[in-house]
């Protein structure tokens, strides 16, 4: 008996408690919570969390980057984002995400060991700092190696649609298991086709429109509508 495959997961980004809220009500079926959209994301507040907790009975994956700029990591930071980990996995996060690569511009294997170790076994997903990686096939290999069970990447720097056939090669090397979601500037006029090159289980998007800081919900909408369609 074979099983039938699930529907494409759709994740929004919030960095508030009002774009959980639209982001919820508009269908997501994940949040990745942050705070400063600016910059593109730093580790939200215990009260941050708890309160997108109290809103949504959604998987909430949280963002662990202590502050903005590389992802070069000193030993004061890895003791930021291991803290976090563990204050933010017993209040309830579901999963993690985050990055960190050495002077050789690769996976750093000694922070990123040392921030999974604190997850309590909890889902980690390498983030967007792969976008600066190379030879990405090979940092993919390891960082299946090491115990993540997703990556966040628009395969390149630029966008994922900009960078999909690099998408379409990483997904060939990752394991069934193993979530790679495309992300970078996703939108509904070219999700339909990106998912039918990539075909991943979960894209990511914060669905916000220049002018605004807060997920637009008719977006929301049309990219779930674009993964129903090619389901």
Known sequence: MTTS??????????????SVQIAAQAGAQRIELGEDYSC???????????????TTSLPIHVL????AGHFLYEKDDLETMASSIKTLATNGAD?????ALNSSNMPDEYACQLLLEQAQGK?????????EISEQEKALELLQKWG????????????????????????????????????????????AELHALVNATAYHSAAIFPGSALPNPTEIQQLLACLSASF
Request: hydrophobic share 35%; glycine share 10%; proline share 5%.
């Open 5 to 18: 495959p699930e529907k494409p997961c759709l994740e929004i980004a919030c960095f508030s408690d009002e």
């Open 40 to 54: 593109g994301g730093t580790t939200p507040s215990l009260q941050r969390l708890l309160s997108a907790k109290s």
């Open 64 to 67: 662990i980057r202590n502050r």
């Open 95 to 99: 999963g993690f995400v985050f990055g």
């Open 123 to 131: 889902p980690c997903i390498f983030h967007r700092a792969f976008d």
């Open 148 to 191: 993540f069970s997703g990556l966040l990447t628009s395969g390149g720097l630029g966008s994922a649609w900009e960078n999909r056939h690099q998408l379409a090669r990483l997904k060939k090397h990752a394991t069934q298991n193993f979530q790679l979601m495309p992300g970078g500037s996703i939108r509904s006029a070219h999700l």
